[in-house]
């Protein structure tokens, strides 16, 4: 963290500005939070802009949308799903194919607001210690989940599912869906340090197995520039992605392919450097020179 202040981002607020230094959190609010009016103002006031939920959506009668994970679920279970979903599915995949499969979790997941409250919270009561789950497991859940769709015919992870729930939540009516949004909050806050998105979704897993070739990517044409500050690795959802990038690990080029980065974008923000950018995932090798010095993530 900055030398000159406990807050991460204070030294990038001094050196570009409030705005700067929270432009793409800023955006990023936006379209989660706009993405969750679309689906509102039809049960509010009869404006169906977006008719469904996160699962499977029909925009303007014309766009199908529909999550991936969803589909093979129903795939595994038994279900055959119709001509709409298969073309709904297919344009989500290209569109994350495109923009990183876990920029779901940043720009559209509404948990991510909660989670993402839970890790400010912490920071600022100053809460340290943390359980420890491998990263890993998220993966094993997803696999499990799969697995128990398949033996009882049923599309297993939706019955539990926060993400679906805490949407479908706000759309129709919170109900049981506020135990289950507490418990994510509360176990962030007191247990785990982005304990829910960073170690045990299985959604997120799923999205960061698209991500896996993503073209939207982290760059950092600047790393040379990073004077350890630790700022990034503070925001960061994430925090071992950065390191590889960031210090040549192992002739790692100056670019973030590791496919859990959520392209949130904070640490191009809080970086008063100006180390990191949005680009491509390929030409990284335009600057391959690093830092001297070493961080360790916390
Ligand atoms: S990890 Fe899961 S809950 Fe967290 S933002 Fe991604 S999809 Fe949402
Ligand atoms: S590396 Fe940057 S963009 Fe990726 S998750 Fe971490 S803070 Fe977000």
């Not at 539990?160 to 135990?179: E, Q, T, Y």
């Not at 994430?238 to 980065?261: F, H, S, T, Y």
Request: glycine residues 10%; hydrophobic residues 50%; aromatic residues 12%.
């Amino acid at each position: 963290m900055s030398a000159s202040s406990q807050r991460p981002g204070a030294e990038a607020v001094a050196a570009k500005g409030w705005l700067a230094a929270h432009k793409w959190l800023i955006l990023r609010r936006a379209s989660q939070l706009g993405i969750l009016l679309l689906f509102l103002v039809g049960p509010w006031f009869g404006w169906w802009i977006v008719k469904g939920n996160l699962n499977s959506s029909y925009t303007l009668d014309f766009l199908p949308l529909t999550d991936p994970y969803l589909l093979l679920q129903a795939l595994m279970s038994g279900q055959t799903p119709e001509r709409l979903g298969l073309i709904g599915v297919t344009i989500v995949v290209l569109f994350y194919l495109l923009v990183g499969g876990r920029t779901y979790c940043s720009w559209v997941c509404p948990v991510n607001l909660v989670t993402d409250f839970a890790a400010w919270l912490r920071s600022r009561l100053g809460l340290k210690g943390s359980a420890h789950i491998s990263r890993q497991t998220r993966y094993w859940i997803l696999a499990m989940t799969l697995l128990v769709s398949a033996a009882t015919g049923t599309i297993a992870w939706e019955m539990v599912n926060p993400v679906s729930m805490l949407h479908r939540g706000l759309i129709f009516g919170m109900g049981f869906a506020w135990a289950v949004i507490l418990v994510v909050f509360l176990f962030d806050l007191f247990v785990m340090r982005h304990g829910w998105c960073g170690h045990l979704c299985p959604v997120g897993a799923f999205y960061s197995l698209i991500g896996k070739f993503g073209l939207l990517r982290v760059k950092l044409p600047a790393r040379a520039a990073c004077n350890d500050c630790m700022d990034c690795f503070a925001v960061c959802p994430e925090q071992q992605v950065i390191r590889p990038a960031l210090k040549g690990i192992d002739g790692a080029p100056p670019v973030i392919l590791e496919a859990n980065c959520t392209n949130c974008g904070r640490c191009i923000d809080v970086c008063s450097k100006d180390v990191f950018r949005f680009g491509t995932r390929f030409g990284a090798a335009e600057s391959t020179a690093v830092a001297k010095v070493s961080p360790v993530p916390k």
